[in-house]
């Protein structure tokens, strides 16, 4: 623990740094409460785990077509009132969300397109928030800001569904809503006054999409960066099913209530913040590349695990080893693209790896077609399986 304190200690006496973290902090617990309390909704609603993953699919559609632009974007204008703008669209966003639900008018299409329009914002996470804490902590402490923002996303993994779950069991989305907007607006108030400079260098302006052309050959031809964007392809189309179908089969299979579901789910947080603190403390450079590649490997194990599994006490161990292998992988992910990509394109790159992650509505869809036919288990059965032999095969092709 000494060791964690010393290698983070000056980044949280940087009151700039403490700023953004913290937003990350309240953004991300948001970003749960609405998963949740949405997920929860919609299967209450139509009692269909295919409609359940759509909507987990609509929210994740604009990081693959987004992504990379709101990177270009974010290296050539302040990211801070970027995030601050951000801020306001999703308070608007809840807010309406609230207002339809109190009067009774709430319907699966205006979920759908408020699943897009919040997928909007999170598309500039990586690009817009973690490249900002990392212009802030500077390439020699990458790691340990890396490691805390993550460490602080796990606990907000531990409290968001615990909060989701016991506010949509108790005030239903309505109050869900209003706690999100709540939130929100303290995360904006912290935001407010942290400085940021444009990225770009002092040559002539050339378009966008040039900037985004150049990140792409960048990252195609350098093989660290490439086993990222495989690996986060191949991770994503599997992760979001387990999210997406979840609550499903802790309704159905582990016969849970919402408050029972959001422990179950908190116990990967719990995982991921033991995982996030083992790699601030101990893992160095020369572990970025194997530490990455194995955390990924434990966590589709352990959805290949969960998809079998009959007891609640079971899954929580399941889950938490789920965690451990999360923050391995989200840990890393940004770390070693932050660490290899140029300055004045990191936002660039960082959006081709949301693009990456924007896959993942095909994992959801392909999870809610196959639940559907095949059942809830052995669709994720199937899924982690197939992430299982794509991770093998790109650590032996990718080199």
């Not at 801070?80 to 109190?102: D, E, N, P, V």
């Not at 990586?126 to 996303?153: F, M, Y």
């Not at 913040?273 to 590349?289: D, E, F, N, T, W």
Request: proline share 4%.
């Amino acid at each position: 623990m000494l060791l964690i304190f010393a290698r983070t200690h000056h980044l949280l006496q940087d009151k700039h740094f403490v700023r953004v973290w913290l937003t990350g902090a309240i953004c991300n617990t948001v970003r749960w409460l609405e998963f949740l309390g949405m997920g929860m909704f919609v299967f209450q609603m139509t009692g269909s785990a295919f409609d359940v993953s759509i909507v987990a699919a609509v929210r994740l559609l604009p990081l693959f077509f987004f992504g990379p632009l709101t990177g270009a974007i974010a290296d050539r204008v302040n990211r801070s009132r970027l995030l601050a703008g951000s801020l306001i669209f999703l308070i608007a966003i809840f807010s309406t969300l609230g207002i339809l639900a109190s009067l009774g008018e709430l319907r699966l299409t205006h979920i759908n397109i408020a699943a897009f329009l919040s997928g909007l914002v999170l598309s500039g996470e990586h690009s817009v928030r973690r490249a900002l804490l990392g212009e802030i902590s500077g390439v020699k402490s990458l790691a340990a800001a890396n490691g805390l923002d993550r460490s602080t996303d796990n606990i907000t993994l531990i409290a968001g569904p615990l909060i989701g779950g016991l506010l949509f069991q108790t005030i239903g989305l309505i109050g869900t809503c209003a706690v999100a907007c709540i939130m929100l607006a303290i995360a904006l108030g912290l935001i407010v006054g942290v400085p940021s400079k444009p990225q770009m260098t002092d040559a002539p302006p050339v378009s966008l999409f040039f900037d985004i052309r150049q990140a792409l050959k960048f990252a195609l031809a350098t093989p660290a960066i490439l086993r990222v964007l495989i690996t986060t392809i191949i991770f994503n189309f599997c992760v979001w099913p387990l999210w997406a179908l979840m609550p499903i089969i802790a309704a159905t299979q582990l016969h849970l209530d919402p408050l029972w579901t959001g422990l179950l789910m908190s116990t990967t947080g719990i995982g991921s913040l033991a995982g996030a603190l083992c790699v601030i403390g101990y893992v160095r450079p020369r572990h970025y590349q194997p530490t990455f590649f194995f955390s990924s490997l434990l966590f589709l194990f352990a959805i290949a695990l969960f998809s079998v599994s009959n007891s609640l006490w079971g899954s929580c161990i399941i889950f938490f080893a789920a965690g451990l292998g999360l923050s391995g992988f989200a840990i890393l992910q940004t770390t070693i693209i932050l660490s290899v990509s140029p300055r004045h394109t990191r936002s660039t790159i960082m959006g081709v790896v949301v693009m990456c992650i924007g896959t993942s509505p095909a994992g959801i869809a392909s999870g809610g077609f196959l639940a559907d036919q095949i059942g809830v288990p052995n669709a994720l059965l199937l899924i982690a399986l197939t992430g299982l032999i794509g991770m093998c095969l790109t650590r032996i092709i990718v080199r």
